[in-house]
């Protein structure tokens, strides 16, 4: 689309908004918290992060860094149902057990820019 319109109006926005996109975002929320990371000077995490790598039934976080065992996850609206708490609570437990350090940010994080969260995660990658 961007090549055979290369005069639409906010074609030069639309180019550098393909540059910042990954595939293995479930959400926009997710994507501007990994936008707000790397605005911030920090690595650009990796997507969808399993516990262990390939394994179908491993749990995955939304975000993280796997060389540093840390993991993030943005819990949006859908994460209040009873079902997804449990699926949650089971996924959180995992990343707990296998000693990576766990960050979840919700919409309250979102409307702060996640400045908050940044901050948190810029102290755990300076951690050993």
Do not use: C
């Amino acid at each position: 689309m961007l090549t055979r319109h290369p005069k639409m109006q906010g074609i030069v926005k639309a180019r550098a908004a393909v540059e910042l996109i990954r595939v293995g975002a479930d959400s926009a929320p997710e994507t501007f918290l990994r936008l707000a990371l790397v605005d911030a000077g920090l690595p650009e995490p990796g997507l969808q992060l399993q516990i262990v790598p390939g394994e179908p039934y491993s749990p995955a976080a939304d975000l993280g860094y796997r060389q540093q065992r840390i993991a993030i996850q943005y819990d949006g609206g859908h994460h209040l149902t009873r079902e997804q708490q449990s699926r949650d609570n089971r996924r959180d437990q995992a990343f707990y057990s296998a000693g990576w350090r766990y960050f979840k940010f919700n919409a309250d994080d979102l409307a702060n820019d996640f400045r908050k969260a940044t901050a948190q995660i810029r102290a755990a990658l300076r951690e050993p």
